[in-house]
């Protein structure tokens, strides 16, 4: 009896792709002031009673204490060109004061705007939405990249002639999970009464897989 005749294997190594879409539940933005003054006390003097306001009102429309951190304090002395001397010269100090506010509900995004607004010189910048729970769509998306490796590894298979078998082995590139943390748009003018518009998008979120597969020939 002839001896069966062994088949001849081989790998294959692809990448694949997922992408999904999950909708925010939270979001964060920092509220930033700046404050010039004669001397650098008091223009951190003037910058803190200013932050004591917004913090005041952010507590007044439902924001937790602990979600409202310090992010950035600095004083610097304030500079001016003086056309006598022909150089910048220093006449005060400038205090710069910044917190980050994580909201638990978005829906008060557009009332931070409203009653942030009502203090002259409040910046409100950075404005992200996310997600607490994003563990479903991290497997979903999972799935995904490795359906695609697969798909593309059939068609290998089969240009080649040949079988595509179980995988070798199956690595997640570093940092190749990624959530994109989306601003918001805001749009304010002195029509809008008594909320603020904003769009509020999907999250969008990516991930990569290598995988090795085996190469069996028909």
Known sequence: ???????????????????????????SLTVEVEKVNLSQEDA???AAKFMDSAIRILLDIGVAEENITTRRISIS???KWSDHSREYVICGGKANHSITVKLDDISLIGTCFDRLSSLDGIEITDVKLSKKDKSQEYSNVRKMAFADA?????????AAGMTLGKPVSISEPDDELMVMEERVSADMSPDMNPQTQYHVPDLSIDACVDVVFEMISR
């Open 1 to 27: 009896m002839d001896e069966e005749k062994k088949r001849e294997t081989g790998t294959i190594s692809v990448r694949g792709k997922g992408h999904v879409e999950a909708r925010p539940d939270e979001a």
């Open 44 to 46: 951190i003097e003037d």
């Open 77 to 79: 002395p304030y500079r």
């Open 150 to 158: 697969r798909s593309k590894a059939l068609v290998y298979a089969e």
